[in-house]
């Protein structure tokens, strides 16, 4: 209750100040020295930052804030823009950041300083800000004559800065030395830091008691703290921090709002060797269903235990089962398993189905290959966190690295970072079913249920998008968790969840099932109306001439990782972001050949089906619409030269490029396209009843879920029921408000909600959508078709070119219906938005379009 308190108290506040006074906008050089785009929320959760700092008051009531976000939401992203925002607006030149593990200042590290890691947040050209080059330095203490333009950023964990401040050295940094520098201290994983706050008196000998020493030995000085963690539900804490969150968005808001895994129990009363099995063909099994739909995906596994004893013991009872593994003993499991769960809706349903279909002789072949030992990471023993296993653990989404599984105790519980673990497996049924043991399980959950973002029909998403899909894409949006079948442990485990506020979802689907009215079905609009779509062409060789028809970008910039790799590990003190140059490389033919070589999509026969005018591997090599006018340039430190790459180096630059060309091909070959014509089909062929299946959530509800919505009462809702999201449903309630006016001007209103029936493309191009809603409006002068499509704020820009589409229905001159009069009509209205700015152009486009019957005979030249 206090956590939903204080959640309303924030946001209430701040909704009104930035109504009231002015809602900062966020200046173009934070998104452009950032390698991701902020997500909305990391956006609002900047503008409660700024707005604070703007203030007259901040030195005294804004220089230490929190921002409670849930694991896996950014902070670390945020971290990053309030040090872009606090060196440019503010001149902060000073930072410190600490926390209270080494692995994570390690991540740390590369995330802020590593131009080569994967997970490196700024931009990788190097950060500019209003046409100056900044650079990131990292220090053990700050220089009396700071340079310009230069970021000192000091990282450390707290024990070590505690130690060093409260036990001096010569030369090291101390309170004293400290008294005239502005510093930014930057406090990750912050619920560790409250010793004195929790014991309720104050302690030198606490490292809250160093950290609140060091913020006031300044005016100036900044503390920033960012947690998923911290527990409101202590009088102590609550009363600490009531006034200091400038920013909350917990696990259960980052759930509902599709930035995370589902996360799924499974429970089964098997042996271990058998968990061990059904979890690897869960993972081979999500592997499949990427591949067959063109994703790459690397699933992981991880099999945890409360001992090292047992991890281990497990981890020799995996190998040993997946070196005797053979097909009778898996045809007999599958076929098993199929019998066991042929009339479940169950995950294993469609998994040994799906099995059923497999060279089982092929598939125990890929599982040798992806699950032998080299593939396996435990991480229990002390000579573990080695630099070559810590670099495994932090880069394990990338397709070079090979681990697939893991053995862990509790290591991995605190500033882990992976977005393809997609199985946790819970051995050791012997095990204490502890609150304690339970709520260290919960966290693991939450860790694990960062979304895997996939490339998917040419566009790649940060949220879930199969929610409300009957689509085995939904495997790869799932965590699955598989518990220990104990009552007391699962009774532990949900408590320990619902504190966490980790939603659950059981393995099962909900069925929602919308009807066409039955008096609707008698009409005369349903037996002899028509719904218009626009006529598709093939495409021809002609349509696809060069590479760049496919998007390919042929002046491909690309990063040396080997190079900085390599500098990197020297240990030598350098720049963040170190000193660069770009080079433009040629290939020498044989590179050429040997990248295409490698790599199966681009050998001919493959290659021609998706560029049929190309007539060979050497035209596809030698012509300038090809390979011929393709320039590269690497990004390299200054100290090296072009003779200092390898072949090698050189080969795998040229793959990385082919990998780029391979997604785009794939992604933009299309062998039909729309045109400006429209066809009418009889709505009785189009319009039939549907299912909605949605996944059980058990035992709560979530924000922003499918529903049932009863219309019966509404005649003119063709369905008895809406099976609708909460922003559609307000659309509904949109039309509800104006559907007796609608009723004054037209003899027929019906509103279609269309569930994957009908499909429009757009005009002169390839991509295609499915409005969610279709209005029909028929009077003695006209009928009209009018596309609907309610849209979520974060989608506004992304899918703007639906929205062109739908306007262009009305004012294209070309749009022409075929075998009609010019009395039907094609409209679309503007996307529908909780946005205030967008509902009001709705709601403007809306009635200027619709409500008008001077305006009406003015829209539209469809004929």
């Given at each position: 209750?206090?956590?939903?308190?204080?959640?309303?108290?924030?946001?209430e506040?701040?909704?009104?100040?930035?109504?009231?006074?002015?809602?900062?906008?966020?200046?173009?050089?934070?998104?452009?020295?950032?390698?991701?785009?902020?997500?909305?929320?990391?956006?609002?959760a900047?503008?409660?930052?700024?707005?604070?700092q703007?203030?007259?008051?901040?030195?005294?009531?804004?220089?230490?804030?929190?921002?409670h976000?849930?694991?896996?939401s950014?902070?670390?992203?945020?971290?990053a823009?309030?040090?872009?925002?606090?060196?440019?607006?503010?001149?902060?030149?000073?930072?410190?950041?600490?926390?209270?593990?080494?692995?994570?200042?390690?991540?740390?590290?590369?995330?802020?300083t590593?131009?080569?890691?994967?997970?490196?947040?700024?931009?990788?050209?190097?950060?500019v800000?209003?046409?100056?080059?900044?650079?990131?330095?990292?220090?053990?203490?700050?220089?009396?004559?700071?340079?310009?333009?230069?970021?000192?950023?000091?990282?450390?964990?707290?024990?070590?800065?505690?130690?060093?401040?409260?036990?001096?050295?010569?030369n090291g940094?101390?309170?004293?030395?400290?008294?005239?520098?502005?510093?930014?201290?930057?406090?990750?994983?912050?619920?560790?830091?409250n010793?004195?706050?929790?014991?309720?008196k104050?302690?030198?000998?606490?490292?809250?008691?160093t950290?609140?020493?060091?913020?006031?030995?300044?005016?100036?000085?900044?503390?920033?703290?960012?947690t998923?963690?911290?527990?409101?539900?202590?009088?102590?804490?609550?009363?600490?921090?009531?006034?200091?969150?400038?920013?909350?968005?917990d696990?259960?808001?980052?759930?509902?709002?599709?930035?995370?895994?589902?996360?799924?129990?499974?429970?089964?009363?098997?042996?271990?060797?058998?968990?061990?099995?059904?979890?690897i063909?869960?993972?081979?099994?999500?592997?499949?269903?990427?591949?067959?739909?063109?994703?790459?995906?690397?699933?992981?596994?991880?099999?945890?235990?409360?001992?090292?004893?047992?991890?281990?013991?497990?981890?020799?009872?995996?190998?040993?089962?997946?070196?005797?593994?053979?097909?009778?003993?898996?045809h007999r499991?599958?076929?098993?398993?199929?019998?066991?769960?042929?009339?479940?809706?169950?995950i294993?349903?469609?998994?040994?189905t799906?099995?059923?279909?497999k060279?089982?002789?092929?598939v125990?072949?890929?599982?040798k290959?992806?699950?032998?030992?080299e593939?396996?990471?435990?991480?229990?023993?002390?000579?573990?966190?080695?630099?070559?296993?810590?670099?495994?653990?932090?880069?394990?989404?990338?397709?070079?690295?090979?681990?697939?599984?893991?053995?862990?105790v509790?290591?991995?519980?605190?500033?882990?970072?992976?977005?393809?673990?997609?199985d946790?497996?819970?051995?050791?049924?012997g095990?204490?079913?502890?609150?304690?043991?339970?709520?260290?399980e919960?966290?693991?959950?939450?860790?694990g249920?960062?979304?895997?973002?996939?490339?998917?029909?040419?566009?790649?998403?940060?949220?879930?998008?199969?929610?409300?899909?009957?689509?085995?894409l939904?495997?790869?949006?799932?965590?699955?968790?598989?518990?220990?079948?104990?009552?007391?442990?699962?009774?532990n485990?949900q408590?320990?969840?619902?504190?966490?506020q980790?939603?659950?979802?059981?393995?099962?689907?909900?069925?929602?099932?919308?009807?066409?009215?039955?008096?609707?079905?008698?009409?005369?609009?349903?037996?002899?109306?028509?719904?218009?779509?626009n006529?598709?062409?093939?495409?021809?060789?002609?349509?696809?001439?060069?590479?760049?028809?496919?998007?390919?970008?042929?002046?491909?910039e690309t990063?040396?990782?080997?190079?900085?790799?390599?500098?990197?590990?020297?240990?030598?003190?350098?720049?963040?972001?170190?000193?660069?140059?770009?080079?433009?490389?040629?290939?020498t033919?044989?590179?050429?050949?040997?990248?295409?070589?490698?790599?199966?999509?681009?050998?001919?026969?493959?290659?021609?089906?998706?560029?049929?005018?190309?007539?060979?591997?050497?035209?596809?090599?030698?012509?300038?619409?090809?390979?011929?006018?393709?320039?590269?340039y690497?990004?390299?430190?200054?100290?090296?030269?072009?003779?200092?790459l390898?072949?090698k180096?050189?080969?795998?630059?040229?793959?990385?490029?082919?990998?780029?060309?391979e997604?785009?091909?794939?992604?933009?070959?299309?062998?039909?396209?729309?045109?400006?014509?429209?066809?009418?089909?009889?709505?009785?062929?189009?319009?039939?009843?549907?299912?909605?299946?949605?996944?059980?959530?058990?035992?709560?509800?979530?924000?922003?879920?499918i529903?049932?919505r009863?219309?019966?009462?509404?005649?003119?809702?063709?369905?008895?029921?809406?099976i609708?999201?909460?922003?559609?449903?307000?659309?509904?309630?949109?039309?509800?408000?104006?559907?007796?006016?609608?009723?004054?001007?037209?003899?027929?209103?019906?509103?279609?909600?269309?569930?994957?029936?009908?499909?429009?493309?757009?005009i002169?191009?390839?991509?295609?959508?499915?409005?969610?809603?279709?209005?029909?409006?028929k009077n003695?002068?006209?009928?009209?078709?009018v596309?609907?499509?309610?849209?979520?704020?974060?989608?506004?820009?992304?899918?703007?070119?639906?929205?062109?589409?739908?306007?262009?229905?009305s004012?294209?001159?070309?749009?022409?219906?075929?075998?009609?009069?010019?009395?039907?009509?094609?409209?679309?209205?503007?996307?529908?938005?909780?946005?205030?700015r967008?509902?009001e152009?709705?709601?403007?486009?809306?009635?200027?379009?619709?409500?008008?019957?001077?305006?009406?005979?003015?829209?539209?030249?469809?004929?």
């Amino acid at each position: 209750m206090k956590n939903e308190i204080l959640h309303h108290r924030i946001q209430e506040t701040f909704q009104s100040l930035l109504t009231m006074d002015y809602r900062p906008e966020l200046d173009e050089y934070l998104n452009d020295n950032l390698n991701h785009n902020l997500r909305p929320y990391q956006e609002e959760a900047l503008r409660h930052f700024i707005y604070t700092q703007r203030l007259d008051s901040a030195d005294l009531s804004f220089n230490h804030l929190l921002f409670h976000m849930a694991t896996g939401s950014g902070k670390t992203m945020v971290l990053a823009s309030t040090i872009l925002y606090l060196f440019y607006e503010k001149g902060k030149q000073n930072f410190i950041f600490f926390v209270n593990s080494d692995a994570i200042i390690k991540k740390t590290i590369d995330n802020l300083t590593n131009i080569s890691s994967p997970k490196y947040l700024f931009n990788r050209k190097g950060i500019v800000i209003k046409g100056r080059r900044v650079s990131i330095r990292v220090v053990n203490s700050f220089p009396e004559s700071p340079a310009d333009n230069t970021i000192y950023l000091k990282l450390t964990t707290i024990q070590k800065l505690h130690k060093d401040l409260t036990n001096p050295r010569e030369n090291g940094m101390t309170f004293e030395t400290l008294e005239g520098t502005d510093i930014v201290l930057l406090a990750d994983e912050a619920h560790h830091m409250n010793a004195s706050t929790k014991a309720q008196k104050e302690d030198e000998r606490t490292w809250e008691y160093t950290i609140n020493r060091l913020l006031t030995l300044n005016t100036a000085n900044r503390l920033l703290e960012f947690t998923a963690t911290i527990d409101l539900t202590k009088d102590e804490l609550f009363y600490k921090y009531q006034n200091k969150i400038v920013y909350q968005y917990d696990l259960k808001r980052f759930m509902e709002d599709g930035y995370s895994k589902n996360v799924v129990l499974l429970r089964a009363n098997e042996s271990d060797e058998e968990k061990l099995l059904s979890a690897i063909l869960l993972s081979q099994y999500r592997k499949y269903i990427a591949k067959d739909n063109s994703i790459q995906l690397k699933p992981i596994i991880m099999f945890k235990s409360n001992t090292i004893k047992k991890s281990n013991e497990v981890n020799g009872i995996f190998n040993d089962l997946i070196e005797g593994l053979n097909t009778p003993e898996l045809h007999r499991l599958i076929k098993k398993g199929s019998l066991v769960y042929s009339k479940s809706q169950s995950i294993y349903q469609k998994m040994y189905t799906y099995y059923l279909t497999k060279d089982l002789e092929e598939v125990i072949k890929e599982i040798k290959w992806d699950f032998k030992q080299e593939t396996v990471l435990n991480v229990n023993s002390k000579e573990f966190l080695s630099e070559e296993n810590s670099l495994l653990l932090n880069t394990l989404e990338s397709p070079d690295n090979p681990v697939r599984v893991i053995f862990a105790v509790a290591k991995l519980n605190e500033g882990w970072d992976v977005l393809n673990l997609f199985d946790i497996v819970r051995i050791s049924e012997g095990a204490p079913r502890t609150k304690g043991i339970t709520d260290s399980e919960a966290q693991l959950i939450g860790r694990g249920a960062r979304y895997y973002p996939y490339c998917l029909e040419g566009e790649v998403s940060y949220r879930r998008r199969q929610d409300y899909n009957v689509s085995d894409l939904k495997v790869i949006e799932t965590l699955h968790y598989h518990t220990i079948n104990d009552n007391s442990y699962i009774k532990n485990l949900q408590k320990s969840l619902d504190a966490a506020q980790i939603q659950i979802k059981e393995d099962s689907i909900q069925e929602f099932r919308a009807t066409l009215k039955p008096g609707f079905k008698k009409n005369d609009f349903f037996k002899n109306g028509k719904i218009y779509i626009n006529r598709l062409i093939e495409t021809s060789e002609e349509y696809y001439q060069t590479l760049e028809d496919y998007r390919v970008n042929l002046a491909f910039e690309t990063t040396l990782d080997s190079v900085v790799e390599q500098d990197y590990r020297t240990g030598r003190e350098r720049l963040g972001n170190v000193e660069r140059k770009e080079i433009e490389l040629f290939f020498t033919k044989e590179i050429l050949q040997k990248g295409i070589q490698r790599n199966p999509f681009f050998h001919f026969n493959h290659l021609s089906q998706y560029i049929p005018h190309l007539k060979s591997i050497r035209e596809f090599i030698e012509s300038e619409n090809f390979l011929g006018n393709l320039k590269i340039y690497v990004s390299i430190p200054s100290a090296y030269e072009i003779e200092d790459l390898t072949p090698k180096d050189q080969l795998d630059i040229f793959e990385k490029f082919l990998r780029h060309a391979e997604d785009s091909i794939k992604n933009n070959f299309m062998k039909q396209m729309g045109t400006p014509e429209f066809e009418g089909y009889s709505i009785s062929s189009m319009i039939k009843d549907y299912v909605v299946q949605v996944n059980q959530v058990s035992g709560r509800t979530m924000g922003d879920i499918i529903r049932e919505r009863p219309m019966r009462q509404h005649d003119w809702f063709i369905y008895d029921k809406a099976i609708v999201n909460s922003l559609e449903s307000d659309m509904i309630d949109f039309i509800i408000e104006y559907v007796e006016k609608l009723q004054e001007e037209y003899e027929e209103v019906y509103l279609i909600r269309n569930e994957k029936q009908v499909r429009v493309t757009e005009i002169d191009g390839v991509r295609g959508f499915m409005p969610d809603f279709l209005l029909y409006l028929k009077n003695e002068q006209y009928t009209y078709q009018v596309f609907m499509e309610p849209k979520g704020a974060h989608l506004l820009e992304k899918d703007k070119w639906k929205q062109d589409f739908l306007e262009q229905l009305s004012e294209d001159p070309r749009v022409e219906i075929l075998n009609e009069n010019e009395k039907v009509r094609l409209l679309g209205i503007k996307f529908y938005s909780r946005e205030a700015r967008e509902k009001e152009e709705f709601r403007n486009d809306f009635k200027e379009k619709l409500l008008s019957q001077k305006s009406n005979l003015d829209v539209g030249k469809n004929n």
